[in-house]
């Protein structure tokens, strides 16, 4: 257990230190490269048949768990047997690559260097490499909602939903979420192509995120507190907005972050070139701001440093009550 506790912490570190260098080799582009060869193989556009791509998208989901979980746990078996050192260094990378806490803050501020110097082409460009919306007939306000919110909402889906799966399964459980992450934004679409072959890989995303997404919030209102933020307004905001969405999870950070901030988020959005109506997030206390990037990462960290605190602490805890 006290391997498993420090790999835990220093893969956290880790990602807090490097984030994920461009270039560098990573599971989730494994994931994905895996995910796109099994999604040429089994969906056929040209004839389309709803039941078959129900299955197969089932088929997919399964064969990708059963190999995450097959490879990664012969690798953390072997790095064990050889030597526990060997097993918690291994444990403490493959956490370190699971966790996008610097990732995140990193491709975001990159929207928001670009807003403060009025380069509102690059900052299109920059957000665009971040959230699933089209982003070419946004306005700098717009550019700028679009990145508050995928910092809000990845609080639980890049941070504290991956790092909460390796505290209670090690970085295979955690590999295994960022598998389920990695094809829902892949196929997980309520559009014509992915509509049933998706579904599979929607509903699993919805069932691993329902209980971390209400953990997230729980952390990040306290963060909110702690932080200096509007806590008070957050929660207002949180209690009222947090099943604002069409996904039962993906409202619920993005309601504190919004209370938090005191500004207005969501709201309809462009996918595909389709309009989708979506009811708003919070109350425009004021107008919402570049700066606002840079608060959000700020409550961001707060929430990751919450999380790995409290998680710390209940396996030390776990650890010391059991012997």
Same mark, same amino acid.
């Given at each position: 257990m006290i391997y498993h506790i420090s790999a835990f912490f220093f893969g956290f570190i880790l990602d807090m230190i490097f984030g994920d260098p461009h270039g560098f080799p990573h599971p989730v582009r494994l994931m994905g490269g895996l995910i796109s060869e099994l999604e040429k193989r089994l969906l056929d556009m040209e004839n389309r048949n709803p039941d078959r791509e129900l299955k197969n998208g089932k088929l997919l989901a399964a064969a990708v768990l059963l190999s995450v979980s097959a490879v990664s746990s012969v690798v953390f078996i072997a790095a064990y047997f050889a030597h526990p050192i060997f097993g918690a260094c291994a444990e403490a990378f493959m956490t370190y690559q699971i966790l996008a806490a610097k990732g995140l803050k990193s491709e975001s501020m990159k929207v928001f260097d670009r807003l403060e110097r009025d380069n509102l082409s690059g900052a299109r460009k920059e957000v665009s490499m971040i959230v699933g919306r089209d982003t070419d007939n946004l306005d700098a306000e717009g550019v700028t909602k679009a990145a508050v919110e995928t910092v809000a909402e990845n609080t639980s889906d890049g941070v504290v939903a991956p790092m909460l799966y390796c505290a209670v399964g090690g970085p295979v459980l955690g590999l295994m979420y960022k598998a389920v992450n990695t094809m829902d934004s892949m196929i997980g679409y309520k559009n014509d192509k992915y509509l049933y072959f998706g579904r599979a890989a929607a509903k699993l995303d919805d069932a691993a995120n329902f209980l971390p997404a209400r953990i997230s919030a729980v952390f990040m209102l306290f963060s909110a507190f702690i932080g200096g933020f509007d806590f008070k307004n957050a929660l207002r905001i949180y209690k009222r907005d947090r099943l604002k969405h069409s996904s039962p999870n993906s409202a619920h950070t993005e309601a504190v972050c919004a209370g938090a901030l005191g500004v207005r988020l969501a709201g309809d959005a462009v996918y595909f070139g389709k309009t989708v109506k979506k009811p708003f997030i919070g109350e425009a206390l004021r107008k919402i701001?570049?700066?606002?990037? %840079? %608060?959000?990462? %700020?409550? !961001?960290?707060? &929430?990751?440093? &919450?999380?790995? &605190? =409290?998680?710390?602490? =209940? !396996?030390?805890?776990t650890w010391l009550i059991g012997g």
């Open positions: 701001e570049p700066e606002d990037i %840079r %608060r959000a990462n %700020r409550l !961001m960290y707060f &929430t990751a440093w &919450t999380a790995e &605190t =409290v998680c710390i602490l =209940v !396996m030390l805890a």
